[in-house]
């Protein structure tokens, strides 16, 4: 077939202009992110300097993360290792740090960069946490990526680390993280405007994983299909939540990508509630693996389900 033909033909051609427009040298620093949140910043603050490795990609849910070998290669070669932190790893990061067998990246090491410093941290719980209550976040919920108004303090983060470990880039990165900052400050005020009309209304979620993003919009999440997070809930539990919803005419119930939805559609179908499956990350969808598009998507989808809603 021709079109195989043609295809053949024009390789030689784009291996050349691969070759004529490859940088010079390979990139100054490897950075390796634990999830695609963190990696996200680490790219538009470090450009083409960075090259950027992403352990849980966004459609992975990264509470539960297999450890793979390859993971461990990665670690071995990283400059900088970028993690959410607040125990979203804990359950994998410990073991394959420990099996690279890399200072550069080790705790109190210029490399080991939890991003969750400078941030305000939701639910930090009072007193002691028992297994009993399900996977519960001792040091707070770590889902922060969801509010836009974080990543501009982490893209402090992620610069300051950054001129640790290359400070010939410094100005290279301080000019990014300038633009991406400008481009976030921007657009925060747009999807508040958008989400004003819906500031006060209830909303069930799945796992305890929205605070963030309702928080900032001013939503109110009454209650979960999770009671205990990590754990299936029970058909007790989900009767007495059937039944708060329809008393106050909950207009959405929210859950992410990475979550079975047969029990939720039921739930949806039998309250009237909206169910709207949103990507928790950053690549969650294909073309959504950067963060300003990425809020834009859970903006528009919002408003879209409210004014549904209210439309009824
Ligand atoms: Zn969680």
Same mark, same amino acid.
């Given at each position: 077939m021709h079109v195989e033909y043609a295809t053949k033909r024009l390789l030689p051609l784009v291996a050349i202009c691969a070759v004529v427009s490859?940088? =010079? $040298?390979?990139?100054e620093v490897r950075v390796v992110a634990t999830t695609s949140d963190v990696a996200a910043v680490f790219q538009r603050v470090g450009g083409e300097r960075v090259e950027v490795t992403t352990?849980?990609? +966004?459609?992975?849910?990264p509470h539960y993360l297999q450890a793979k070998p390859s993971y461990i290669v990665s670690l071995r070669r990283a400059d900088i290792l970028a993690y959410n932190g607040l125990q979203l790893e804990i359950g994998w990061l410990p073991l394959i740090l420990q099996g690279a067998r890399? /200072?550069?990246? /080790? =705790? +109190? $090491?210029?490399?080991? &960069?939890?991003?969750? &410093?400078r941030l305000d941290i939701l639910?930090?719980?009072?007193?002691e946490v028992s297994r009993a209550q399900g996977d519960v976040h001792p040091e707070g !919920?770590?889902?922060?990526? %969801? #509010?836009?108004?974080n990543l501009i303090e982490m893209a402090s983060t992620a610069e300051a680390a950054l001129v640790r470990v290359d400070p010939e880039g410094g100005s290279i990165y301080a000019g990014n993280r300038a633009a991406f900052v400008t481009q976030l400050q921007e657009q925060i005020p747009i999807w508040e405007r958008k989400l004003a009309p819906y500031r006060g209304r209830p909303i069930v979620c799945y796992?305890? $994983?929205w605070e963030y993003l309702l928080n900032w919009l001013e939503? &109110?999440?009454? #209650?979960? &299909? *999770? !009671?205990?997070?990590g754990i299936p809930p029970s058909p007790r539990h989900v009767e007495e939540l059937e039944r708060r919803m329809r008393e106050q005419g909950v207009p959405i119930l929210l859950s992410s990508t990475f979550i079975d939805s047969d029990q939720l559609e039921r739930l949806s179908e039998k309250t009237g509630a909206k169910l709207l499956v949103l990507p928790?990350?950053? +690549?969650? *969808? *294909?073309? %959504? #693996? *950067?963060p300003v598009a990425f809020f834009a998507h859970l903006v528009e989808e919002l408003a879209a389900a409210f004014a549904d809603g209210s439309s009824d």
């Amino acid at each position: 077939m021709h079109v195989e033909y043609a295809t053949k033909r024009l390789l030689p051609l784009v291996a050349i202009c691969a070759v004529v427009s490859a940088p =010079l $040298q390979a990139a100054e620093v490897r950075v390796v992110a634990t999830t695609s949140d963190v990696a996200a910043v680490f790219q538009r603050v470090g450009g083409e300097r960075v090259e950027v490795t992403t352990l849980a990609k +966004g459609y992975m849910d990264p509470h539960y993360l297999q450890a793979k070998p390859s993971y461990i290669v990665s670690l071995r070669r990283a400059d900088i290792l970028a993690y959410n932190g607040l125990q979203l790893e804990i359950g994998w990061l410990p073991l394959i740090l420990q099996g690279a067998r890399n /200072n550069k990246i /080790n =705790l +109190g $090491q210029p490399g080991h &960069v939890p991003m969750s &410093v400078r941030l305000d941290i939701l639910e930090i719980p009072i007193g002691e946490v028992s297994r009993a209550q399900g996977d519960v976040h001792p040091e707070g !919920n770590p889902h922060y990526t %969801l #509010d836009p108004r974080n990543l501009i303090e982490m893209a402090s983060t992620a610069e300051a680390a950054l001129v640790r470990v290359d400070p010939e880039g410094g100005s290279i990165y301080a000019g990014n993280r300038a633009a991406f900052v400008t481009q976030l400050q921007e657009q925060i005020p747009i999807w508040e405007r958008k989400l004003a009309p819906y500031r006060g209304r209830p909303i069930v979620c799945y796992h305890k $994983q929205w605070e963030y993003l309702l928080n900032w919009l001013e939503l &109110v999440p009454i #209650d979960y &299909v *999770e !009671n205990r997070p990590g754990i299936p809930p029970s058909p007790r539990h989900v009767e007495e939540l059937e039944r708060r919803m329809r008393e106050q005419g909950v207009p959405i119930l929210l859950s992410s990508t990475f979550i079975d939805s047969d029990q939720l559609e039921r739930l949806s179908e039998k309250t009237g509630a909206k169910l709207l499956v949103l990507p928790a990350a950053v +690549g969650a *969808e *294909e073309e %959504l #693996d *950067e963060p300003v598009a990425f809020f834009a998507h859970l903006v528009e989808e919002l408003a879209a389900a409210f004014a549904d809603g209210s439309s009824d």
